[in-house]
């Protein structure tokens, strides 16, 4: 871990850590909004990804939706990375207080993390449009639950992945939660995400702590407020086993 960090770590007792797509490009999950998956969506499918996750798009083509979903978004192999195993060790010794991720894998919580803010929601939550009844991945991704590659509640209706889609709100109560552990924190670590995607990122606008962090391979538009800037790998900085060490 690199050592100025560690040190902030240290003298802090309320970390919150805000995370982006390059936490989880590190254990496998590629970032749909890089140049070469921007390429391959409108080479494969006709459409740019952002388009193929919205809203209208899910409702007018359905079944294109859930072959670029299926295709794209779900990474069942995927295991959590550096950052996700330390974030994961700082909760269990009283350092983080909560971890708030525009990611929909459930990378954290499988590293051990109980606070998560999932802002965008969650791959592993599925629910009937007609009944409301939950589903896991598992159900949604096995075609023998499909019909023509979407998938079906038991009642008939058609099952909507619990995740956000261009055009639709951020969940109320996860926006409430993530403001009051950001504006709560003492330490604010920003990871992984280059500050473009709101409303997500306008939330570290509650920060009034101490310290802000800031750890990316590019700059961001707030690395002049940052205490610190890493322009590196985040399962690099942050390192478990360089943190337990010193």
């Known amino acids: 871990m690199d ?26 999950i590629p970032d749909f909004r890089s140049e070469k998956g921007l390429y391959n969506a409108q080479e494969k499918y006709g459409y740019n990804p952002e388009t193929m996750l919205s809203h209208s798009f899910y409702m007018r083509h359905n079944k294109l939706f859930y072959k670029y979903y299926k295709e794209n978004l779900i990474y069942p192999d995927a295991v959590p990375g550096n950052a996700h195993r330390t974030l994961a060790y700082l909760e269990e010794i009283g350092k983080l207080r909560a971890v708030v991720t525009q990611n929909i894998d459930n990378l954290h919580q499988m590293a051990g993390s109980k606070k998560v803010f999932q802002l965008h929601g969650s791959v592993d939550r ?39 889609l261009y055009e639709e ?78």
């Open 3 to 28: 050592k100025r960090l560690k040190e902030l770590i240290d003298k802090s007792h309320r970390i919150v850590f805000f995370g982006g797509a390059g936490v989880s490009t590190e254990s496998g």
């Open 126 to 164: 599925n629910y009937c449009e007609s009944c409301g009844r939950f589903y896991d991945l598992d159900y949604i991704m096995n075609e023998e639950n499909c019909e023509d590659g979407v998938p079906k509640c038991s009642c008939g209706g058609r099952i909507k992945p619990d995740v956000v």
């Open 169 to 246: 709100s951020l969940d109320e109560d996860v926006i409430s939660g993530a403001v009051k552990a950001i504006s709560e924190a003492d330490l604010l670590i920003i990871g992984g995400t280059s500050l473009a995607v709101y409303p997500a990122a306008g939330l570290i606008d509650y920060f009034r702590g101490d310290n802000l962090v800031l750890i990316n391979k590019t700059h961001t538009p707030r690395d002049s407020m940052a205490t610190l800037a890493i322009y590196d790998s985040i399962g690099k900085v942050m390192g478990l086993d360089e943190y337990t060490c010193y």
